[in-house]
T-cell receptor, first 112, second 114 residues
């Protein structure tokens, strides 16, 4: 199963874009990249996912490099409520089963 | 949130006692997962299920067993609890079928083993 590497923590000024990097150099061709976040001790919340192409939704954008070995989650206008731990996950698929392997995540602190 | 509930939400028990945590979902999702979360480790997969009576081990399955006798319930059992199993346990579900479906997480169960 592919592993992910993320910086332990990052700060971002409120209203600015937050760019959270993730390295997944061992990703294989059919594995998706997912991003989740966890606020306080709540259950993680889905943000976005992608395979090859860049993706955008109402919460964030996901940029995946052409070789798929890394990706960046972009929160375009960070707010204080975006302070959370962000997890980059590679989802493996074997024989119709899906397994998500979480890393330790990036603790993002949005500063007023 | 896919109608996921976990019970109990908090439990304190003693070393050596059996403990069962329950995850219940109302969305008829095929896949269900148990994770534990500890400081410095993020979320680690314990066991998962890809259908009724179909389960498999995750990264940290030693000391845990699971059962899924019906779609909506996924039970996690600690046969003989140890202090190292003090943790927050999260259940998650996944619809499956399509590659793009995401996981939904329950509110968590905080377990303390004395």
């Amino acid at each position: 199963d592919a592993k992910t590497t993320q910086p332990t923590s990052m700060d971002c000024a409120e209203g600015r874009a937050a760019n959270l990097p993730c390295n997944h150099s061992t990703i294989s061709g059919n594995e998706y990249v997912y991003w989740y976040r966890q606020i306080h001790s709540q259950g993680p919340q889905y943000i976005i996912h992608g395979l090859k192409n860049n993706e955008t939704n109402e919460m964030a954008s996901l940029i995946i490099t052409e070789d798929r070995k890394s990706s960046t989650l972009i929160l375009p206008h960070a707010t204080l409520r975006d302070t959370a731990v962000y997890y980059c996950i590679v989802r493996s698929s074997t024989s119709g089963t899906y397994k998500y392997i979480f890393g330790t995540g990036t603790r993002l602190k949005v500063l007023a | 949130d896919a109608g996921i509930t976990q019970s109990p939400r908090h439990k304190v028990t003693e070393t050596g006692t059996p403990v069962t945590l329950r995850c219940h979902q109302t969305e008829n999702h095929r896949y269900m997962y148990w994770y534990r979360q500890d400081p410095g480790h993020g979320l680690r997969l314990i066991h998962y299920s890809y259908g009724v009576k179909d389960t498999d081990k995750g990264e940290v399955s030693d000391g845990y067993s699971v059962s899924r006798s019906k779609t909506e319930d996924f039970l996690l059992t600690l046969e003989s609890a140890t202090s190292s199993q003090t943790s927050v346990y999260f259940c998650a579900t996944h619809r499956g079928l399509a590659s793009y479906n995401e996981q939904f997480f329950g509110p968590g169960t905080r377990l303390t083993v004395l």
